[in-house]
Protein backbone atom coordinates (compact mmCIF):
# COMPACT_ATOMS: atom_id res chain seq x y z
CA UNK A 1 0.00 0.00 0.00
CA UNK A 2 1.52 3.25 -0.78
CA UNK A 3 0.98 6.59 0.93
CA UNK A 4 -1.27 7.82 -1.86
CA UNK A 5 -3.84 5.20 -1.08
CA UNK A 6 -3.20 5.85 2.91
CA UNK A 7 -4.46 9.37 2.13
CA UNK A 8 -7.31 7.96 0.36
CA UNK A 9 -8.51 5.93 2.79
CA UNK A 10 -8.22 8.56 5.57
CA UNK A 11 -11.25 10.25 4.44
CA UNK A 12 -13.63 7.58 5.49
CA UNK A 13 -15.35 7.88 8.83
CA UNK A 14 -17.47 4.87 9.47
CA UNK A 15 -16.23 2.54 12.91
CA UNK A 16 -14.66 -0.11 11.54
CA UNK A 17 -11.50 -2.21 12.35
CA UNK A 18 -8.92 -4.45 10.34
CA UNK A 19 -10.53 -8.54 10.73
CA UNK A 20 -6.56 -8.94 10.64
CA UNK A 21 -3.85 -6.55 10.56
CA UNK A 22 -1.69 -9.08 8.47
CA UNK A 23 -4.37 -8.68 5.12
CA UNK A 24 -2.54 -5.36 5.28
CA UNK A 25 -0.14 -6.19 3.39
CA UNK A 26 -1.92 -7.66 0.66
CA UNK A 27 -2.91 -4.87 -1.31
CA UNK A 28 -5.88 -2.31 -0.82
CA UNK A 29 -8.31 -4.10 -3.08
CA UNK A 30 -7.59 -7.55 -0.82
CA UNK A 31 -8.00 -6.06 2.64
CA UNK A 32 -11.07 -7.89 4.13
CA UNK A 33 -12.55 -5.95 6.94
CA UNK A 34 -15.50 -6.06 9.33
CA UNK A 35 -17.51 -3.87 11.68
CA UNK A 36 -16.94 -3.88 15.11
CA UNK A 37 -19.00 -6.87 16.62
CA UNK A 38 -20.25 -8.73 13.07
CA UNK A 39 -19.03 -9.96 9.96
CA UNK A 40 -19.86 -8.25 7.17
CA UNK A 41 -17.26 -6.27 4.91
CA UNK A 42 -16.97 -2.42 5.52
CA UNK A 43 -14.78 0.08 5.05
CA UNK A 44 -11.33 1.18 6.63
CA UNK A 45 -10.95 3.82 8.21
CA UNK A 46 -7.79 6.20 8.98
CA UNK A 47 -7.70 4.83 12.02
CA UNK A 48 -7.39 1.31 11.48
CA UNK A 49 -5.41 1.66 8.17
CA UNK A 50 -2.71 3.49 10.60
CA UNK A 51 -2.60 1.17 13.15
CA UNK A 52 -1.88 -1.84 10.65
CA UNK A 53 0.54 0.39 8.67
CA UNK A 54 2.54 1.36 11.62
CA UNK A 55 5.43 -0.51 11.40
CA UNK A 56 5.53 -0.04 7.54
CA UNK A 57 4.99 3.15 7.17
CA UNK A 58 7.48 5.31 9.59
CA UNK A 59 5.46 8.59 8.72
CA UNK A 60 2.43 7.56 10.88
CA UNK A 61 4.26 8.47 14.43
CA UNK A 62 1.68 10.79 16.31
CA UNK A 63 -1.32 10.47 18.45
CA UNK A 64 -3.44 12.01 15.56
CA UNK A 65 -3.00 9.37 13.61
CA UNK A 66 -4.85 6.64 15.73
CA UNK A 67 -8.26 8.50 15.65
CA UNK A 68 -8.12 10.25 19.17
CA UNK A 69 -10.49 13.30 19.79
CA UNK A 70 -8.68 16.44 19.69
CA UNK A 71 -9.31 16.90 23.83
CA UNK A 72 -7.52 13.88 24.78
CA UNK A 73 -4.62 15.21 21.82
CA UNK A 74 -4.39 18.65 23.67
CA UNK A 75 -3.86 17.16 27.23
CA UNK A 76 -0.87 14.64 25.48
CA UNK A 77 0.97 17.57 23.71
CA UNK A 78 0.58 19.37 27.19
CA UNK A 79 1.96 16.15 28.98
CA UNK A 80 4.94 15.92 26.08
CA UNK A 81 3.69 12.43 24.76
CA UNK A 82 4.02 12.61 21.03
CA UNK A 83 4.83 9.24 19.91
CA UNK A 84 2.68 6.12 20.67
CA UNK A 85 4.44 2.95 21.89
CA UNK A 86 4.00 0.16 20.39
CA UNK A 87 1.22 -1.39 22.50
CA UNK A 88 -0.45 1.78 22.69
CA UNK A 89 -0.62 2.00 18.53
CA UNK A 90 -1.57 -1.64 18.09
CA UNK A 91 -4.41 -1.34 20.80
CA UNK A 92 -6.34 1.88 20.65
CA UNK A 93 -7.83 1.63 17.58
CA UNK A 94 -9.37 -2.04 18.43
CA UNK A 95 -10.22 -0.58 21.71
CA UNK A 96 -12.12 2.14 19.66
CA UNK A 97 -13.37 -0.07 17.89
CA UNK A 98 -15.21 -1.99 20.01
CA UNK A 99 -13.27 -5.07 20.02
CA UNK A 100 -12.46 -7.38 23.10
CA UNK A 101 -8.39 -7.14 23.40
CA UNK A 102 -5.98 -9.57 24.61
CA UNK A 103 -2.68 -7.30 24.98
CA UNK A 104 0.48 -8.86 25.96
CA UNK A 105 3.41 -6.64 26.90
CA UNK A 106 5.87 -6.13 29.04
CA UNK A 107 5.81 -3.45 31.99
CA UNK A 108 7.24 -0.46 31.53
CA UNK A 109 5.73 -0.16 27.61
CA UNK A 110 2.83 1.85 28.10
CA UNK A 111 -0.51 -0.43 28.92
CA UNK A 112 -2.04 1.92 30.73
CA UNK A 113 -2.55 4.39 28.15
CA UNK A 114 -3.16 1.89 25.74
CA UNK A 115 -6.28 0.81 27.33
CA UNK A 116 -7.04 4.27 29.49
CA UNK A 117 -6.98 6.92 26.31
CA UNK A 118 -9.31 5.01 24.47
CA UNK A 119 -11.96 4.32 27.29
CA UNK A 120 -12.04 7.41 28.04
CA UNK A 121 -13.10 8.42 24.30
CA UNK A 122 -15.95 5.88 23.94
CA UNK A 123 -17.53 7.27 27.27
CA UNK A 124 -17.12 10.68 26.03
CA UNK A 125 -18.79 9.76 23.35
CA UNK A 126 -21.74 8.87 25.01
CA UNK A 127 -22.84 11.41 27.65
CA UNK A 128 -24.71 10.65 30.68
CA UNK A 129 -23.82 9.73 34.21
CA UNK A 130 -24.24 6.23 35.48
CA UNK A 131 -26.84 5.47 38.01
CA UNK A 132 -26.50 5.81 41.66
CA UNK A 133 -24.03 2.64 43.25
CA UNK A 134 -22.90 1.92 39.48
CA UNK A 135 -20.01 2.45 36.83
CA UNK A 136 -19.37 2.12 33.12
CA UNK A 137 -16.05 1.06 32.86
CA UNK A 138 -14.67 -1.18 35.53
CA UNK A 139 -10.35 -1.44 36.01
CA UNK A 140 -9.70 -4.65 38.25
CA UNK A 141 -5.62 -4.20 39.70
CA UNK A 142 -3.69 -6.35 41.77
CA UNK A 143 -2.42 -3.90 43.86
CA UNK A 144 -3.48 -0.92 45.88
CA UNK A 145 -0.49 1.30 43.76
CA UNK A 146 -1.14 0.12 41.02
CA UNK A 147 -4.86 0.92 41.57
CA UNK A 148 -4.55 4.54 42.63
CA UNK A 149 -1.19 5.24 39.85
CA UNK A 150 -4.37 4.02 36.68
CA UNK A 151 -6.70 6.52 38.65
CA UNK A 152 -4.11 9.21 38.18
CA UNK A 153 -3.62 8.14 34.70
CA UNK A 154 -7.03 8.50 33.90
CA UNK A 155 -7.64 11.76 36.02
CA UNK A 156 -4.81 13.45 34.08
CA UNK A 157 -5.49 11.98 30.30
CA UNK A 158 -9.40 13.41 30.53
CA UNK A 159 -9.10 16.31 32.72
CA UNK A 160 -10.63 18.07 29.94
CA UNK A 161 -14.03 15.39 29.41
CA UNK A 162 -16.48 15.33 32.04
CA UNK A 163 -15.95 12.08 33.70
CA UNK A 164 -15.46 11.06 36.86
CA UNK A 165 -12.43 8.38 38.02
CA UNK A 166 -12.56 6.56 41.74
CA UNK A 167 -10.16 4.12 43.05
CA UNK A 168 -11.58 1.36 45.58
CA UNK A 169 -8.35 -0.52 47.64
CA UNK A 170 -7.77 -1.34 51.00
CA UNK A 171 -5.60 0.09 53.72
CA UNK A 172 -7.64 3.56 53.60
CA UNK A 173 -11.17 4.39 54.92
CA UNK A 174 -14.22 3.04 52.83
CA UNK A 175 -16.42 6.20 53.43
CA UNK A 176 -15.14 8.58 50.63
CA UNK A 177 -15.24 5.04 48.38
CA UNK A 178 -18.93 4.40 49.51
CA UNK A 179 -19.77 8.04 48.68
CA UNK A 180 -18.27 8.50 45.44
CA UNK A 181 -19.86 5.28 44.39
CA UNK A 182 -23.26 6.22 45.59
CA UNK A 183 -23.41 9.71 42.89
CA UNK A 184 -22.50 6.88 41.02
CA UNK A 185 -19.09 6.95 38.50
CA UNK A 186 -17.87 6.96 35.32
CA UNK A 187 -14.80 4.90 35.90
CA UNK A 188 -14.06 2.39 38.72
CA UNK A 189 -10.67 1.61 39.16
CA UNK A 190 -10.36 -1.32 42.59
CA UNK A 191 -8.61 -4.16 43.96
CA UNK A 192 -10.68 -7.49 43.85
CA UNK A 193 -10.84 -8.01 47.61
CA UNK A 194 -12.19 -4.61 48.75
CA UNK A 195 -14.32 -4.54 45.64
CA UNK A 196 -16.23 -7.66 46.98
CA UNK A 197 -16.40 -6.24 50.08
CA UNK A 198 -18.33 -3.14 48.76
CA UNK A 199 -20.33 -5.93 46.44
CA UNK A 200 -21.63 -7.74 49.42
CA UNK A 201 -22.49 -4.52 51.19
CA UNK A 202 -24.89 -3.25 48.53
CA UNK A 203 -22.50 -0.19 47.89
CA UNK A 204 -21.79 -0.63 44.68
CA UNK A 205 -23.24 -2.80 41.34
CA UNK A 206 -21.72 -4.08 38.68
CA UNK A 207 -24.90 -4.77 35.70
CA UNK A 208 -24.19 -1.44 34.42
CA UNK A 209 -20.44 -2.21 33.52
CA UNK A 210 -19.70 -1.50 29.93
CA UNK A 211 -16.02 -2.04 29.49
CA UNK A 212 -14.19 -4.26 31.68
CA UNK A 213 -10.25 -4.35 32.24
CA UNK A 214 -8.21 -7.10 33.94
CA UNK A 215 -4.87 -5.15 34.16
CA UNK A 216 -1.68 -7.36 35.02
CA UNK A 217 -3.44 -10.52 34.88
CA UNK A 218 -0.28 -13.02 35.58
CA UNK A 219 0.15 -10.83 38.86
CA UNK A 220 -3.53 -11.58 40.02
CA UNK A 221 -3.52 -15.19 39.55
CA UNK A 222 -0.01 -15.10 40.82
CA UNK A 223 -1.45 -13.56 44.11
CA UNK A 224 -4.39 -16.41 44.49
CA UNK A 225 -7.37 -13.75 42.84
CA UNK A 226 -8.74 -16.32 40.87
CA UNK A 227 -11.68 -16.54 42.88
CA UNK A 228 -12.59 -13.13 43.11
CA UNK A 229 -11.95 -12.34 39.88
CA UNK A 230 -14.56 -14.90 38.58
CA UNK A 231 -16.88 -13.63 41.30
CA UNK A 232 -16.23 -10.26 39.70
CA UNK A 233 -17.05 -11.12 36.31
CA UNK A 234 -20.39 -13.78 37.28
CA UNK A 235 -21.50 -9.94 38.37
CA UNK A 236 -21.15 -8.24 35.01
CA UNK A 237 -23.62 -8.16 32.61
CA UNK A 238 -22.80 -10.50 29.48
CA UNK A 239 -22.57 -7.42 26.55
CA UNK A 240 -19.69 -6.03 27.90
CA UNK A 241 -16.17 -5.05 26.03
CA UNK A 242 -13.23 -6.63 27.96
CA UNK A 243 -9.70 -5.76 27.58
CA UNK A 244 -7.05 -8.15 29.07
CA UNK A 245 -3.73 -7.15 29.87
CA UNK A 246 -0.89 -9.56 30.82
CA UNK A 247 3.13 -9.29 31.41
CA UNK A 248 3.29 -12.93 30.25
CA UNK A 249 1.17 -15.41 28.83
CA UNK A 250 1.31 -18.71 30.67
CA UNK A 251 -1.41 -21.92 30.11
CA UNK A 252 -3.18 -20.54 33.19
CA UNK A 253 -3.25 -17.19 32.01
CA UNK A 254 -4.37 -18.22 28.53
CA UNK A 255 -7.32 -20.32 30.16
CA UNK A 256 -8.60 -17.28 31.80
CA UNK A 257 -8.87 -15.40 28.62
CA UNK A 258 -10.38 -17.84 26.75
CA UNK A 259 -13.08 -17.61 29.54
CA UNK A 260 -13.88 -13.90 29.40
CA UNK A 261 -12.97 -12.68 25.88
CA UNK A 262 -15.29 -12.66 22.87
CA UNK A 263 -13.45 -13.58 19.51
CA UNK A 264 -10.40 -10.71 20.82
CA UNK A 265 -8.28 -9.15 18.70
CA UNK A 266 -4.23 -10.33 20.23
CA UNK A 267 -1.97 -7.68 20.28
CA UNK A 268 1.86 -8.39 21.40
CA UNK A 269 4.45 -6.25 21.40
CA UNK A 270 7.33 -8.76 22.77
CA UNK A 271 7.22 -12.56 22.68
CA UNK A 272 5.82 -13.55 25.57
CA UNK A 273 8.16 -13.92 28.80
CA UNK A 274 10.88 -11.89 27.24
CA UNK A 275 12.66 -9.46 29.35
CA UNK A 276 13.07 -5.74 28.44
CA UNK A 277 16.06 -5.28 25.96
CA UNK A 278 17.76 -2.27 26.96
CA UNK A 279 18.48 -3.64 30.90
CA UNK A 280 21.86 -5.19 30.96
CA UNK A 281 21.57 -8.42 33.55
CA UNK A 282 24.04 -10.19 35.56
CA UNK A 283 24.31 -13.01 38.11
CA UNK A 284 26.62 -12.83 41.35
CA UNK A 285 27.44 -16.20 43.08
CA UNK A 286 27.13 -15.18 46.98
CA UNK A 287 27.07 -17.45 49.80
CA UNK A 288 23.53 -16.64 51.77
CA UNK A 289 25.58 -15.01 54.42
CA UNK A 290 27.41 -12.44 52.56
CA UNK A 291 24.26 -10.85 50.30
CA UNK A 292 24.07 -8.27 53.10
CA UNK A 293 27.88 -7.43 52.48
CA UNK A 294 27.92 -7.47 48.90
CA UNK A 295 25.01 -5.35 48.72
CA UNK A 296 26.08 -2.41 50.60
CA UNK A 297 29.64 -2.85 48.73
CA UNK A 298 27.45 -2.77 45.36
CA UNK A 299 25.81 0.38 47.14
CA UNK A 300 29.16 2.47 47.12
CA UNK A 301 29.17 3.03 43.50
CA UNK A 302 27.21 6.62 42.82
CA UNK A 303 26.06 5.15 39.93
CA UNK A 304 23.16 3.25 41.66
CA UNK A 305 21.24 6.71 42.04
CA UNK A 306 18.33 5.08 42.48
CA UNK A 307 17.90 1.07 43.47
CA UNK A 308 15.18 -0.75 44.29
CA UNK A 309 15.91 -3.99 45.90
CA UNK A 310 13.85 -6.96 46.03
CA UNK A 311 13.34 -9.85 48.79
CA UNK A 312 11.02 -13.14 48.69
CA UNK A 313 9.21 -12.25 52.53
CA UNK A 314 8.11 -8.84 54.15
CA UNK A 315 10.88 -9.82 57.47
CA UNK A 316 13.53 -10.40 54.56
CA UNK A 317 12.80 -7.04 53.46
CA UNK A 318 12.85 -5.15 56.88
CA UNK A 319 15.78 -6.64 57.72
CA UNK A 320 17.61 -5.66 54.50
CA UNK A 321 16.60 -2.28 54.90
CA UNK A 322 17.63 -1.98 59.00
CA UNK A 323 21.20 -3.63 57.80
CA UNK A 324 21.16 -1.35 55.48
CA UNK A 325 20.81 2.09 57.78
CA UNK A 326 23.46 0.53 60.02
CA UNK A 327 25.84 0.44 57.41
CA UNK A 328 25.19 4.51 56.83
CA UNK A 329 22.87 3.64 53.53
CA UNK A 330 19.22 5.33 53.64
CA UNK A 331 17.04 2.65 53.05
CA UNK A 332 13.52 2.01 53.09
CA UNK A 333 10.86 -1.09 53.06
CA UNK A 334 7.37 -1.69 51.64
CA UNK A 335 5.16 -4.81 51.16
CA UNK A 336 1.91 -5.39 52.33
CA UNK A 337 2.26 -5.26 55.72
CA UNK A 338 2.45 -1.25 55.74
CA UNK A 339 -0.62 0.53 56.09
CA UNK A 340 -1.25 2.56 52.61
CA UNK A 341 -0.51 5.84 54.25
CA UNK A 342 2.79 4.41 55.14
CA UNK A 343 3.82 2.64 51.80
CA UNK A 344 2.53 6.27 49.85
CA UNK A 345 4.59 8.04 52.04
CA UNK A 346 7.78 5.81 50.79
CA UNK A 347 6.88 5.70 48.27
CA UNK A 348 6.54 9.17 47.26
CA UNK A 349 10.31 9.31 49.05
CA UNK A 350 11.46 7.42 46.59
CA UNK A 351 10.00 9.15 43.43
CA UNK A 352 11.61 12.38 45.09
CA UNK A 353 14.85 10.69 45.26
CA UNK A 354 15.02 11.47 49.13
CA UNK A 355 15.18 7.65 49.46
CA UNK A 356 17.86 6.00 47.33
CA UNK A 357 17.06 2.36 47.93
CA UNK A 358 13.57 0.76 48.14
CA UNK A 359 13.35 -2.97 49.56
CA UNK A 360 10.14 -4.08 48.46
CA UNK A 361 8.45 -7.98 48.47
CA UNK A 362 6.92 -9.17 44.80
CA UNK A 363 3.20 -7.67 46.19
CA UNK A 364 4.47 -4.30 45.56
CA UNK A 365 6.55 -4.93 42.72
CA UNK A 366 3.91 -3.76 39.89
CA UNK A 367 3.18 -1.01 41.91
CA UNK A 368 5.97 0.91 41.63
CA UNK A 369 6.18 2.91 38.23
CA UNK A 370 9.21 5.04 38.83
CA UNK A 371 11.06 6.22 35.31
CA UNK A 372 14.22 7.13 37.08
CA UNK A 373 14.92 3.59 38.76
CA UNK A 374 18.90 2.90 37.68
CA UNK A 375 19.18 -0.48 38.96
CA UNK A 376 17.10 -3.27 40.13
CA UNK A 377 18.99 -6.23 42.55
CA UNK A 378 17.06 -9.57 43.41
CA UNK A 379 18.89 -9.43 46.84
CA UNK A 380 17.15 -13.44 46.76
CA UNK A 381 15.69 -14.72 43.32
CA UNK A 382 12.13 -15.19 42.74
CA UNK A 383 10.59 -18.56 43.46
CA UNK A 384 8.27 -17.79 40.52
CA UNK A 385 9.98 -17.59 37.30
CA UNK A 386 7.70 -15.06 36.02
CA UNK A 387 8.49 -12.86 38.93
CA UNK A 388 11.88 -11.77 37.86
CA UNK A 389 9.77 -10.52 34.33
CA UNK A 390 8.10 -8.01 36.20
CA UNK A 391 11.34 -7.58 38.76
CA UNK A 392 13.20 -6.32 36.03
CA UNK A 393 10.75 -4.14 34.41
CA UNK A 394 10.90 -1.61 36.83
CA UNK A 395 14.42 -0.33 35.38
CA UNK A 396 14.81 0.85 31.49
CA UNK A 397 11.23 2.35 31.96
CA UNK A 398 10.62 5.47 29.14
CA UNK A 399 13.26 4.86 27.03
CA UNK A 400 16.10 4.61 29.67
CA UNK A 401 19.24 2.15 30.67
CA UNK A 402 19.15 -0.50 33.25
CA UNK A 403 21.22 -2.91 34.84
CA UNK A 404 19.70 -6.04 36.97
CA UNK A 405 22.07 -7.62 39.26
CA UNK A 406 20.65 -11.04 41.00
CA UNK A 407 22.08 -12.55 44.04
CA UNK A 408 22.18 -16.43 43.46
CA UNK A 409 23.28 -18.66 46.70
CA UNK A 410 23.50 -22.55 46.83
CA UNK A 411 19.70 -22.70 47.39
CA UNK A 412 18.64 -20.51 44.77
CA UNK A 413 20.41 -22.82 41.57
CA UNK A 414 16.87 -24.06 40.62
CA UNK A 415 15.19 -20.69 40.94
CA UNK A 416 18.08 -19.34 38.37
CA UNK A 417 17.57 -22.42 35.90
CA UNK A 418 13.66 -21.74 35.62
CA UNK A 419 14.28 -17.97 34.81
CA UNK A 420 16.85 -18.78 32.34
CA UNK A 421 14.30 -21.43 30.74
CA UNK A 422 11.39 -18.59 31.11
CA UNK A 423 13.45 -15.97 29.01
CA UNK A 424 15.21 -18.06 26.87
CA UNK A 425 18.70 -16.90 27.75
CA UNK A 426 21.79 -17.91 29.38
CA UNK A 427 22.55 -15.02 31.91
CA UNK A 428 26.34 -13.52 32.86
CA UNK A 429 27.93 -14.83 35.78
CA UNK A 430 31.04 -14.24 38.25
CA UNK A 431 31.52 -15.68 41.49
CA UNK A 432 31.46 -12.99 44.56
CA UNK A 433 31.07 -16.22 47.06
CA UNK A 434 35.36 -15.10 48.48
CA UNK A 435 34.95 -11.47 47.58
CA UNK A 436 32.02 -10.41 49.54
CA UNK A 437 32.77 -7.65 52.66
CA UNK A 438 34.89 -9.19 54.79
CA UNK A 439 35.54 -12.41 53.10
CA UNK A 440 33.16 -15.66 55.41
CA UNK A 441 31.61 -15.25 58.46
CA UNK A 442 33.66 -16.13 61.34
CA UNK A 443 33.54 -19.16 63.33
CA UNK A 444 30.58 -19.66 65.77
CA UNK A 445 31.66 -19.05 69.52
CA UNK A 446 30.86 -22.35 71.94
CA UNK A 447 27.99 -20.93 73.85
CA UNK A 448 26.67 -19.73 70.13
CA UNK A 449 27.60 -23.67 68.54
CA UNK A 450 25.09 -24.91 71.77
CA UNK A 451 22.29 -22.99 70.69
CA UNK A 452 22.69 -24.28 67.28
CA UNK A 453 22.61 -27.16 67.30
CA UNK A 454 18.43 -27.53 68.32
CA UNK A 455 16.66 -30.66 66.49
CA UNK A 456 16.57 -29.47 63.44
CA UNK A 457 12.52 -30.26 63.40
CA UNK A 458 12.00 -27.68 65.74
CA UNK A 459 14.11 -25.02 63.18
CA UNK A 460 12.33 -26.80 60.05
CA UNK A 461 9.19 -26.06 61.76
CA UNK A 462 9.16 -22.41 62.68
CA UNK A 463 10.21 -21.68 59.17
CA UNK A 464 7.55 -23.38 58.02
CA UNK A 465 5.50 -21.22 60.12
CA UNK A 466 7.40 -17.83 58.95
CA UNK A 467 6.63 -19.28 55.08
CA UNK A 468 3.08 -19.67 56.14
CA UNK A 469 2.75 -16.16 57.20
CA UNK A 470 3.71 -14.52 54.59
CA UNK A 471 1.53 -16.41 51.96
CA UNK A 472 -1.07 -15.20 53.71
CA UNK A 473 -0.41 -12.27 53.57
CA UNK A 474 -0.31 -12.21 49.74
CA UNK A 475 -3.78 -14.05 49.27
CA UNK A 476 -6.36 -12.05 48.70
CA UNK A 477 -8.25 -10.21 51.75
CA UNK A 478 -11.37 -8.07 52.45
CA UNK A 479 -9.34 -4.52 52.15
CA UNK A 480 -8.23 -5.62 48.70
Known sequence: MNEAWFHKLSSCRTPFVFHSTAQAT???????VFTSGTRRPGVVPAFACRVALTERLPFLKSFADLGL???????????????PTPIQAQSIP??????????????????????????????????????????????????RELANQITQSFRTYGRKLNLSCTAVYGGVGAVPQIKAMGR??????????????????????????????????????????????????????????????????????RRLAGELLDHPEQVSVAPESTTVERVQQRVMFVDAGQKTALLSGLLADKAMRRTLVFTRTKRGADKVARSLGQSGIHAEAIHGNKTQSQRQRVLDSF????????????????????DAVTHVVNYELPNVPESYVHRIGRTARAG??????????????????????????????EDRRDRAGAGRAPQAKPQ????????????????????????????PKGNG
Open 184 to 253: GVDILVATPGRLLDHMSQGNIRLDHVEIFVLDEADQMLDMGFIVPIRKVVAALKAERQTLFFSATMPKDI
Open 26 to 32: RGVSRIK
Open 400 to 429: AEGMAISFCDSSERAFLRGIEVLIRQRLAT
Open 448 to 475: QRAAQQQPRRQRNDRQDRNDRQDRNAAA
Open 351 to 370: KAGRTRVLVATDVAARGIDV
Open 69 to 83: DRPILDVLSAEKYDT
Open 94 to 143: HVLGGRDLLGIAQTGTGKTAAFALPILQRLAARPGRAPRKCCRALVLSPT
